[in-house]
């Protein structure tokens, strides 16, 4: 089958989004405006979905995330697919009890009896001036919890492959979409319906001196600063995990082994997140291989600004990332 041509990531996403409802009538879509009525959507994925499909399997919900995510649930238990769009991931937060308590539970309290196969789409990112309460990264909560999946792409090809895997999923997946990368970076996705497996990281940087493990927007921020310090003579590996949950400890492993330097860069801030798990594994399995400490750079612990230059400086960039890369070549245990 021929190769999709080239979209950005949130194209990709409406192209999974359509095939897998072509392949499958138990797919169904909702969320705020996601209609054609009502624009397809906050970022327009979902748009000319409900013409195709029809209002009954593409359905604008009113602003009531709880009731979006239970409405999912309960179409899911009774045998549907549900793809539920939660405009932005501060407002997953609503529906956290949905998710937590019933989508991540209902398997193991019915002793594998039933299952929950619900996708949640959801928005992130600075860098659009979106202020505190629209812009963070807030994975690590839902990592954190037993029985559900945490997917965020760095781009279009593994948007679309990990959207296709997360539908087929038995069980909740939280699919984390980050606003800058969504929009920019249109790419070849490559042959039709093919899936990309869910825990599976890539590595789209090969290099020697140090590993860059990332996510999501950190990974093009981490393959810029590689590039720039190709230039300067040091070789960086960069992982993309893809999957923030479950993560792929034996490419991250193997990777850290052949470099034994390591830099874990997340979007969100640098305490209490992914990249302190990533980074605990790698101390814990190749403490005596490693030349320097595991590093983390994450954004500051603050709300994310609503000034332009303050919310630059918030996240991690290319330049920061390449600093801490000099610094940890630099260093050698003693």
């Known amino acids: 089958m021929a190769d999709i041509e080239k979209l950005t990531m949130f194209q990709a996403i409406g192209v999974a989004l359509d095939d897998a409802m072509a392949a499958d009538d138990k797919v169904l879509v909702l969320g705020e405006d996601v209609a054609d009525k009502q624009g397809g959507g906050v970022m327009g994925v979902t748009k000319g979905l409900s013409a195709k499909y029809g209002d009954h399997r593409v359905r604008s919900t009113p602003i009531a995330e709880q009731a979006i995510t239970g409405a999912a649930i309960g179409a899911a238990l009774a045998g549907y697919k549900p793809v539920a769009e939660i405009m932005l991931m501060n407002f997953v937060t609503v529906a956290m ?24 789409r959801t928005v992130t990112g600075s860098g659009f001036s979106l202020g505190g309460q629209h812009s963070d990264h807030l994975e690590a909560w839902f990592a954190h919890v037993g029985g559900i999946k945490v997917i965020a792409p760095s781009n279009p ?4 492959g990990l959207m296709l895997s997360a539908i087929d999923e ?3 997946v939280l699919f984390v979409e980050n606003l800058i990368i969504g929009t920019s970076g249109a790419a070849a996705i490559g042959p039709r ?15 020697t001196d140090v590993t860059v493990v990332a996510y999501s927007r950190m990974v093009v921020e981490a393959l810029s600063a590689a590039a720039t310090l190709e230039k300067e003579g040091i070789s960086v590996e960069v992982v993309d995990l893809r999957t923030v949950s479950p993560w792929d400890h034996e490419t991250v492993i193997a990777s850290v082994a052949k470099t034994r330097r390591a830099l874990v860069v997340q979007e969100a801030p640098r305490e209490f997140g992914v990249g302190a798990e990533v980074a605990a594994e790698i101390n814990e399995v190749l403490f005596r291989d490693l030349r320097a400490p595991v590093a983390r750079l994450g954004g500051a612990k603050c709300p994310v600004p609503f000034s332009s230059p303050l919310e630059q ?22």
């Open 170 to 172: 038995p069980d909740p």
């Open 193 to 207: 319906n093919v899936r990309i497996p869910i825990g599976k990281a890539s590595v789209p940087r090969e290099g």
């Open 97 to 120: 009890d949905m998710l937590v308590n019933h989508a991540a539970k209902l398997r193991f309290m019915s002793g594998g009896q039933t299952s929950v196969p619900i996708v949640v």
């Open 157 to 160: 090809a593994d948007a679309y």
């Open 313 to 334: 400086a918030f996240a991690p960039n290319p330049a920061r990332i390449a600093d801490v890369i000099r610094a940890l070549v630099d260093k050698e245990f003693r």
